[in-house]
């Protein structure tokens, strides 16, 4: 630990410390637009890029610095907005960036100003918070550097790593044809890729005998990613921006929207390269395309004469868990909560034949008027849930409370859960196919002492989780799976944190309030923008009708494909009736075929790549190797 690197690089970070006594303000100017990507190789494809750039850029901040975030939107045709994921946003809730809930979506030519303070330090990212919209390439490493880490001394340089999943579609063309009748069961597209820093076939330059932080955050849509660097353990120091006691794992799991950072020392000799595997958890997918490859490899490239080897089998998928974490602060478990929030994740059909995800009986549906701008122009009656909407399941929390997180999961596949504007400690994760945590036998004896803390965690199949956290963050503060087809889908709530306390110490920008009035959008009033009565729901958004009561899960797919076979049924008469003379018009005629061939909607084999080597199926028992 006495190397001349690391004194130099604690050396500087000391000297950092000492000059930097009043806060820097760090300036960013983003154009956002569109540019062409292939990240995979693949498939060429508009992509959603900054200043005329993919990957977009990385945010990079001090603990203490304040952060100024120009955004003008250059796309034309879709409206945008920026979460700056992790961050707690302490007494500026109207930065958080979700469209509709904190502020309103910034539309085509508009400009918009993001002005916030870091207090705290580590991993974090920025995406899009508008209509599923990230997945097309808006998403990036946010990084916050701390002179105080108390791993500082125990390495000589970072790295940062993104993995992610890849569409060759956009999002704008996938979403309509997820969400409706013809996909009744609510299967998610599956990716056609895997990358590492948004490309394939990483290699990462190391120096021999040297220890490196690598900091890996998951920016995809819907995969989990299995991850291990062959030859070499990694011991993890933080997650999700808390430090953690260090702890070897050979594999780690990281779900969508998790970050892991890690030290890894490397070997005293460059005679080889060493591969590392991010691999998708292919559990979470309803169908597996014969020729999807499920990993991408990067290289530690010790020497780049040498050889960049495939990886070796792999005999199991067990990664670390990461529920045996203890936080660097010992910070104990919070004492028995003041309120108790207990929500069932399912998934389920409403009337329009289409598939829906619900916290107990509701799906989310966005407001008329931005959630935040509720609660600051309803008075005293912000304290009542009901101004919110009962599509935005608001749950108002008083400030300083201790507040309990109960979520079952009564659908078969992970969820990974993530909360604005905290961290949680995680008390409890069940085994998978557990049942409801009311059939658990866990009593306030059976938590952690110490529990471990982060923002996003995964909650197994059929299983159940209980988070704890301290309401001591005033702000409206969403709580969602971060599976992106799973937020489009409707699988969020929101928490709205000592509203009366937003009203004393809060006022909302006018760029803010501009991007509103452009688009017509009420600032004041309740869910259904009645400033009269605020109580009074009439008009709210609200998502289809429930069906009739009685109608079994068969019963509400046989009716969708009913339904599905009809349209099409009307579409191969009306191509019949068309199809030319085949003789006179043999081009017309393959056209034609080609267009009724599209019309399904789970032709999973259109514009998918040939695979580029060996497979890993993520998520079994046998063998796996990355390619």
Partial sequence: ???????????????????????????????????????????????????????????????????????????????????????????????????????????????????????????YWYHSHTGGQYPDGLRGPLIVHDPDSPFLDQYDEELVLTVSDWYHEQMAIMLPTFNFKGNPTGAEPVPQAALWNETQNLTVVVEPGKTYLFRVINIGAFAGQYIWFEGHNMTIVEVDGVYHQPAVAEMIYVSAAQRCSFLITTKNETTANYAFVASMDTTLFDTLPADLNYN????????????????????????????????????????????????????????????????????????????????????????????YG??????????????????????????????????????????????????????????????????????????????????????????????????????????????????????????????????????????????????????QNSPPGRLPDGFTTRGKVALAFSALSGILGTIVVAWYGLVPDPAAHPHAVERITQAGEAVSPSDSSEAIPESKGVLATAGSTGSARGT
């Fill in 1 to 123: 630990m006495n190397s001349p690197t690391r004194f130099v690089v604690a050396l500087a970070w000391a000297l950092a410390s000492l000059q930097v006594t009043i806060a820097a303000t760090v300036t960013y100017n983003f154009n956002i637009g569109w540019v062409t990507a292939n990240p995979d190789g693949a498939f060429e494809r508009p992509t959603i890029g900054i200043n005329g750039e993919w990957p977009i850029p990385r945010i990079e901040a001090n603990i203490g610095d304040n952060v100024v975030v120009h955004v003008t939107n250059e796309l034309g045709n879709q409206s945008t907005s920026l979460h700056f994921h992790g961050l707690f946003m302490n007494g500026t809730t109207h930065m958080d960036g979700p469209a509709q809930v904190s502020q309103c979506q910034i539309p085509p030519g508009a400009s918009f100003t993001y002005n916030f303070t870091i207090n705290q330090p580590g991993t």
């Fill in 296 to 387: 991408v490899t990067g290289w530690l490239t010790y020497n780049d004469t040498q050889a960049f080897p495939e990886p070796a089998l792999v005999d199991e998928l067990d990664p670390f868990d990461d529920i045996t974490l203890v936080p660097y602060d010992n910070q104990t478990i919070y004492g028995e909560p003041d309120q108790i929030i207990e929500l069932d994740v399912i998934m389920d059909n409403l009337n329009d034949g289409a598939n829906y995800a619900f916290f107990n009986n509701i799906t989310y549906k966005a407001p008329k008027v931005p959630t935040l701008y509720t609660a600051l122009s309803a008075g005293d009656l912000a304290s009542d849930p009901t101004v």
């Fill in 390 to 539: 009962t599509y935005t399941h608001s749950f108002v929390l008083e400030r300083g409370q201790v507040v309990q997180i109960i979520v079952n999961n009564l659908d078969t596949g992970r969820h990974p859960f993530h909360l604005h504007g905290h961290h949680f400690q995680a008390l409890y994760r069940s085994e998978e196919e557990a049942g409801t945590f009311e059939d658990a036998n866990v009593t306030e004896a059976d938590f952690p002492a110490i529990p471990m803390r982060r923002d996003t965690f995964v909650l197994y199949p059929d299983g159940n989780i209980v988070l704890r956290f301290r309401a001591d963050n005033p702000g409206i503060w969403l709580f969602h799976c971060h599976i992106e087809w799973h937020v489009t889908s409707g699988l969020i709530a929101t928490m709205v944190e000592a509203p009366l306390d937003l009203q004393k110490s809060l006022t909302i920008p006018q760029n803010h309030l501009d991007v509103c009035a452009a688009q017509g959008i009420a600032t004041v009033g309740n869910a259904a923008g009645n400033t009269v009565d605020y109580t009074d729901l009439k008009g």
